[in-house]
């Protein structure tokens, strides 16, 4: 299993950054053309510290990154690795496709080179066909995102959804249904499946793949929406762990003491959309990670008119809202 690492503070290696920058910038070492003096240089991003946008958008960061979507109510998480390899998981729901392009953007990437879907909730997947079409929205066509292979559970009990059809249209021959223990190894980035839902299973969330991502030397923990008594075997082959990508949104069945436990996380990371109908993330999943750092990028119950249980009282001081997109630079030579 990998190592712990220790945490670092965020604060001190931002300081040090803008600090050493100016001193260059004072003593004249590498300046920069004359188009670009008087602009402040820009600091590298503080490595292995959770960033929300406005702090990674004052920042450069080359090489592997984690870049975790507002998606709203369902889920999407970007990896880049320091050769340049990008890793998707899920796509988030409809009208979340803008949000991937974007990031893609932001990276000057047009290809993907694994997407993987955790199941088939819309919430998930329901993405796809807008991020896939590229930005003239249309398939095919000029512009359509390329991918290199597609990975999902398999097609016995799949939904019967617009979300789902397109899907398998779209992604067919590159489709690949995979298992526990497939594994995908880029350059500097390895994916492995550790736990497949029973297709048999009453729910789509019980029947998905959870998996356990390495990348610059980080550990990630993507369960999809498992429920946490089926991740504990798969949390056994991945944790403990840098990141957890937290089951089903926060909601109840997602999080156990045991479960915690097992994986302890260094960062945990929430995705739920602003007063959800769902009540996610449910109090008792914030109670079991209290004292951990938890990042959640937005959360139903804790406004005067949310109708579902506040969440406010299970909130300690680790535990704080996204404000949009998250971010992990990890940096070179991680």
């Avoid at 297709?199 to 498992?226: S, V």
Wanted: with cysteine.
């Amino acid at each position: 299993m990998r190592a712990r690492k220790p945490f670092s503070n965020g604060s001190s290696q931002w300081l040090l950054a803008a600090l050493l920058a100016l001193g260059i910038s004072w003593l004249g070492f590498g300046r920069e053309s004359p188009a670009s003096e008087g602009r402040p240089a820009i600091p590298d991003c503080p490595r292995e510290e959770m960033l929300d946008a406005a702090q990674r958008e004052a920042c450069r960061c080359e090489g592997a990154e984690i870049a975790l979507l507002d998606v709203g109510q369902g889920s999407a998480a970007a990896f880049r690795s320091q050769a340049g390899e990008l890793v998707l998981v899920d796509a988030g729901d409809g009208g979340a496709g803008d949000r991937i392009l974007q990031q893609l953007g932001r990276w000057g990437a047009r290809r993907i080179d694994l997407w993987v879907f955790t199941h088939y909730d819309v919430d998930h997947l329901a993405g796809h066909a807008e991020a896939s079409a590229g930005r003239d929205r249309v398939w095919p066509s000029d512009d359509d995102l390329e991918v290199g292979v597609y990975w999902d559970r398999g097609e016995l009990a799949r939904p019967s959804t617009q979300a789902v059809e397109g899907y398998l249209e779209r992604s067919a021959a590159r489709r690949r249904e995979v298992t526990a223990g497939d594994a995908w190894r880029g350059g500097g980035v390895q994916v492995e499946v550790v736990a497949r839902g029973a297709a048999t299973a009453r729910e789509e969330n019980a029947r998905g793949l959870a998996l356990c991502i390495e990348l610059g030397g980080w550990r990630i923990f993507a369960p999809g929406d498992l429920p946490a008594d089926e991740s504990l075997r798969a949390a056994s082959r991945c944790g403990p762990v840098d990141l957890w990508l937290v089951n089903h949104h926060g909601a109840r069945d997602g999080i156990s003491a045991a479960l915690v436990s097992r994986l302890d996380p260094r960062w945990s990371f929430i995705s739920a959309g602003h007063q959800n109908s769902h009540c996610h993330p449910r109090p008792s999943s914030l109670a079991a990670l209290w004292g951990r750092r938890v990042w959640i990028s937005a959360a139903a119950g804790h406004g005067p008119d949310a109708g579902c249980e506040a969440v406010a009282a299970q909130l300690d001081g680790p535990h704080r809202f996204a404000a949009g997109r998250a971010h992990v630079c990890l940096g070179r030579g991680g």
